[in-house]
């Protein structure tokens, strides 16, 4: 599966972004898909992740009541809804898949990057002051 992210941009703090992460070559409609973010000098850290069918979310609690993530499978395409932007959202954004979790996969599981085995390009999120 090829996926492409989109939507980032330069913003305010305290504005919103709605990020997209598109889908060819197959369906993902029974992935597990996430979303991460990484900055310059750190480490890729987990952000969001939602199940194949939309039913269970899970949040890092850095973003958690701020974003929300969603998905539309008949559009093969999962979505991360932004809200109160913050300086520290700075970061490439990058979607994953992962095509081999269980329905109820949990938050220990879903933030795991080395479960997502397809991974898009990213797309960069820069909120000012």
């Known amino acids: 599966v090829q996926l492409q992210a989109s939507g980032g941009g330069l913003v305010q703090a305290g504005d919103s972004l709605r990020l997209s992460c598109a889908a060819s070559?197959?369906?993902?409609?029974?992935?597990?898909m996430g979303w991460f973010r990484q900055t310059p000098g750190k480490e890729r850290e987990f952000v969001a992740a939602?199940?194949?069918?939309?039913?269970?979310?899970y949040y890092s609690d850095s973003v958690k009541g701020r974003f929300t993530i969603s998905r539309d499978n008949a559009k093969n395409t999962v979505f991360l809804q932004m809200n109160s932007l913050k300086v520290e959202d700075t970061a490439v954004y990058y979607c994953?898949?992962?095509?081999?979790?269980?329905?109820?996969?949990?938050?220990?599981?879903?933030?795991?990057?080395?479960?997502?085995?397809?991974w898009g390009q990213g797309t960069l999120v820069t909120v000012s002051s």
């Open positions: 070559g197959r369906t993902i409609s029974r992935d597990l």
């Open positions: 994953a898949a992962d095509r081999n979790a269980i329905l109820y996969s949990g938050l220990a599981y879903s933030s795991r990057q080395e479960n997502y085995e397809s």
């Open positions: 939602i199940s194949r069918t939309g039913g269970s979310t």
